[in-house]
Every structure is written in C-alpha cells, then in structure tokens.
C-alpha cells in the first residue's frame, strides 16, 4: 500500500492511464446534495486561489496556492498495461466522488464551446478539457480513448457524453436533451442504465446551471487545487477489501447489499470478476429488484442468514457482519468454493420471491394450493404480526425443505397452513409479538432435526407451536378465537384484510383458521425432542 496527497487532477490526467469502476461497484448515486456541496467548495477554493494570484500581480506579497482536501481514492494497481499501452487502474472507493468532477469536466467544456463569445476571457477551453488527459486518452481507441469506465449502465451514458464533446454536437444544456444510451442487452440493463442516465444528466444539467451564476475560471481554478489521499493497493500484497470495509465502516454509505456484493466479487481475482458478475452475481440482483433500492436485497439477506443460522439471531445493522462470519464459517471463502455460495444464494433468492412478492421464477416450482396459501400470508403483512419479517425465516425453511425434496407438496401446504392459523388467530386476540423472531428461529432449529431423521415435518410443526398453551407465545384454541371475533367492531377493520374477513365470516373463521387437533400423546412427543 501506497499513500500519498496529490490533486484530483494531477491523479486522472497523466498520459496513458485510465480508472475503471469494477462491475461490482453501485452505480453512480450522487444527489443534487453532494454536488452542490463538491460545488460550494470549488468556489470557496476557486476565489481564494484567484484572490492570491491578484495579490502577486500587484506586488502583493507571495501565496501559496489554496487548497482544499476532499475525501480519499483508493485505486488498486494490478500491474496490467492494454495492448495500446493504457495502464488500467480499478477504483476501489471515490468513484462518486471522481464521477461527478468529471461531469464538472464535461460542464466546463459545454459551457467554452456554447459561449464562443467569451473564449478570450476564458482560461480554459473546450479543445484543451479533451487534448490534455482530463476526459480522453486524445490517441488511443475503444475503452482505453476514455479516462474513466464506469460500471453498469452509467459507463455508456457517460461515454456519450464524451462523444458528443469530441463531435461537437452536443446539445445545448444537458437539460433539454437526454443523453441517448448504447442499447440495453437485458432488461435489467435497461433499468440500471435508466437510473444512471438520470443520475449522470441530472448532476450534468445541475452544474450547467450553476456555471451561468457565476465566473466560470473560478471553477476551473477551483477544481485545479481540490486535493485527495490517494492510497494505491497491490495486487497479491494488499487486501482491497479490508481496505473498502474499513472507509465504509460507519454503514452510512453503503447498504449492506453493496458491502455483500463487494466481499463475493472482491474475493475473486480481477480478471474474473466482471464475467462473475454478469453469470452469476447480476441475476440475483435482477430477482431482488436492486436498481429500484436495496431494501429487498437486504430482507432477503437478513432472512435467510437467520433462516441458516438458527437458533441464533442478529440484529439488522449486523448483516455484513454476520454474513462474513457464515462465509468463514462454512468453507466458502477459498478456491472456487464463492461460486458455489452464490449458486446456493440464486436458488435461495427464487423461493423468497415465491414467498415474498408471489413471483415463481424458472427453477422453482408452482404448484395453485402452495400459491395460493402463500398469498394468504402475504395478507397477514398488514399486521404487527408481519410474514414479511417475523416468519419469513421459517418460510423459507419450508420452501427449501421443499425445493430439496424433504417434505413433500401436501406437507408444504399444511405447514404453510398451519403458520396462517397461528398468525391470524394470534393477531384477532391482540397476542404481542414479542419474541416472535427468536421463537421462529428456535423453531427452524428443532425442525431441522426432525427434517433430518425424516419426521413427522407437520406434525411436529404442529405440536412444537400447541406446546406453547398458557404462554405469550401460544396458539389460541377455539374458545379464545370465537371469543375475541365476537368481542371486535366489523367496521372498524377493513374487509379486505385478514382480520376483517374472518369478522365478516363469522362462525366459519374457526374452520378457515383451523386449530390443530393433535393428541395429548402426540404433542408430548415432541415436547421432549426427538
């Protein structure tokens, strides 16, 4: 490792070099917030620096240049030179940061070729932006032509951008034209390429604006003395990753979707990691909707590592955490042993959306009653007594007991069944939820043993939650059930949820939420274990 203080500009311009987001990186996320902040500081430090050069023009007494620190760039240098002579560097953290001066970059230029006017006042000009390394490699072709590569769909949008500079055909103001884009391969493309192309023009249109409010060789002055900790890595000597984690410490800025995805594709060498990505990586990110927000990726982790991990529980900050520690657990952080984690992670992701959004993807199997009890859960997510968090762990279980042909379709249904009973009978007899999740993950584990020695799967699913009577945690039997239904106001609760169906159903809601009828033998069984 390598640390050093050098500009943002004297860090992208040198002859012959380029930066590349790798494919696992988010795609460019910056606000109109962080600009406006990068912006205010490239003015503050703009008029300063102009100031002190005024000062020395008339005989005032000397100045060093100002300067302004802006965060760190950590880049990893893998030795590998294109056959063009480019050295490729691949940017490890600052990507957002580096993005969005090179839009300052692209801002700028637009800004000298739209005012042909001003070119005498200017100290800068559009030609020189693309001859002298800012954007361009001005003599090498393809990927190597472009000074940075970004990841995912923002990578074509900006090369456009690039494209139009050189052809002199841009349009007036980012604004009033959308960048057109390279054309998708798969829809999922089309939906990161529609975010970054938002994102890039966005903050593109944002800077030209502010480039007409102000004098614009402040700006070019500014960005000039903006400085940056640049921390070079080696490859085989220096861990990228525990170098990421470590700047991303404070989970603030990276969802712990972004940091899974960074440790799987990390953990891979360079040269394999965009092919990983796209085979493997990017289809779970398709089924998890992840270009519209983490936040179903981030269920989903927080599920199944609980579902894998029972008994114990986490808390959700823990994710990342509790994800590495299942990595190291099991074997799967060395050789090839990370493509058989992701395998097992797209097989996975294919029963949450079954259970979760109702989606039956290719390679999970659909079958109406199984589709249709999980529907009937679904509905249950309008209460306290949420499946979409609580039980989803269990469910889960279910499904991949299921999937690996444990438990046959009939036995699915019924647990399935037998799970809607509990919750709705609990939620019409204002049962607390409390310690709920660690009651599911206890669960998970004693079925565990039961799936193990070819038990009695529903049975004892049964008989675990019956064993519970005269606790918080109990199954209501009929009396408390009829009770409580007689007891609640039918306009007060909307017919189309689960507690106002069984209102409007009266007398049939203890058929339809069945009470498990098991013997007193049976259940005694069980609630000494296998």
Not at 182 to 203: K, R
Not at 325 to 344: C, E, H, K
Not at 392 to 409: E, G, K, T, V
């Amino acid at each position: 490792m390598h640390a050093d203080t050098a500009t943002i500009v004297g860090l992208i311009t040198p002859v012959n070099l380029r930066f590349v987001v790798p494919v696992y990186q988010r795609p460019y996320t910056w606000g109109q917030r962080e600009c406006a902040q990068l912006w205010d500081d490239m003015v503050t430090v703009g008029r300063a620096a102009k100031d002190a050069r005024l000062r020395s023009a008339y005989g005032g007494r000397t100045l060093m240049p100002p300067s302004h620190f802006t965060g760190s760039i950590v880049w990893v240098q893998d030795g590998a030179v294109s056959s063009s002579g480019v050295e490729s560097r691949l940017l490890i953290d600052g990507q957002q940061r580096v993005t969005t001066l090179m839009l300052v970059f692209v801002a700028l230029a637009r800004y000298a070729r739209c005012h042909p006017e001003r070119a005498s006042q200017l100290s800068f000009s559009a030609q020189e932006i693309l001859d002298d390394g800012y954007l361009t490699n001005k003599h090498r072709n393809g990927v190597d032509h472009y000074k940075l590569t970004l990841s995912k769909g923002d990578r074509a949008v900006f090369q456009v951008l690039v494209d139009e500079l050189e052809s002199g055909e841009q349009t007036e103001t980012a604004a009033a034209s959308p960048v057109p884009i390279a054309p998708a391969t798969s829809e999922g493309d089309l939906l990161v390429q529609a975010e970054g192309a938002s994102h890039l023009q966005e903050n593109l249109a944002y800077f030209e604006r502010q480039l007409e409010t102000v004098d614009a060789n402040i700006i070019w002055l500014g960005i000039q003395q903006l400085q940056v900790a640049s921390i070079a890595l080696t490859e085989g000597q220096d861990n990228p990753q525990l170098v990421f984690e470590s700047m991303n410490s404070t989970g603030k800025d990276l969802s712990s979707a972004d940091l899974v995805r960074n440790f799987i594709l990390m953990s891979a060498p360079i040269e394999s990691q965009e092919s990983l990505y796209r085979s493997f990586w990017r289809p779970i990110e398709q089924s998890l909707d992840t270009d519209n927000g983490a936040e179903l990726f981030e269920n989903f982790l927080h599920d199944w590592l609980t579902a894998s991990r029972a008994p114990q529980t986490f808390k959700r900050s823990d994710i990342y955490a509790t994800f590495k520690r299942y990595v190291r657990d099991n074997g799967y952080s060395s050789g090839n042993a990370i493509i058989t984690l992701i395998n097992q992670l797209r097989r996975t992701v294919r029963s949450y959306v079954h259970i979760t959004q109702g989606r039956v993807m290719e390679g999970c199997e659909s079958r109406p009653e199984i589709d249709a009890a999980l529907a009937d859960l679904r509905k249950l997510g309008q209460a306290d007594i949420s499946p979409q968090t609580a039980v989803n762990p269990l469910l889960l279980f279910f499904h991949d007991a299921y999937d690996q042909q444990d438990i046959d379709a009939a036995v699915f249904e019924r647990s399935l069944r037998i799970t809607e009973s509990y919750l709705m009978r609990r939620l019409a007899c204002n049962c607390s939820p409390e310690g709920m999740k660690k009651f599911f993950s206890q669960l998970i584990a004693r079925l565990e043993g039961v799936r193990a020695v070819g038990g009695d799967f529903a049975v004892a699913y049964a008989s675990y939650l019956l064993n519970e009577e005269g606790g918080s945690l109990r199954f209501p039997a009929d009396d408390e059930f009829c009770r409580a239904l007689a007891l609640r106001n039918a306009d007060d609760w909307d017919a189309t949820t689960a507690i106002g169906s069984a209102l409007q159903m009266g007398d049939k809601a203890p058929v339809r939420w069945a009470y498990p009828q098991l013997s007193e033998a049976t259940r005694a069984i069980y609630r000494r274990g296998l």
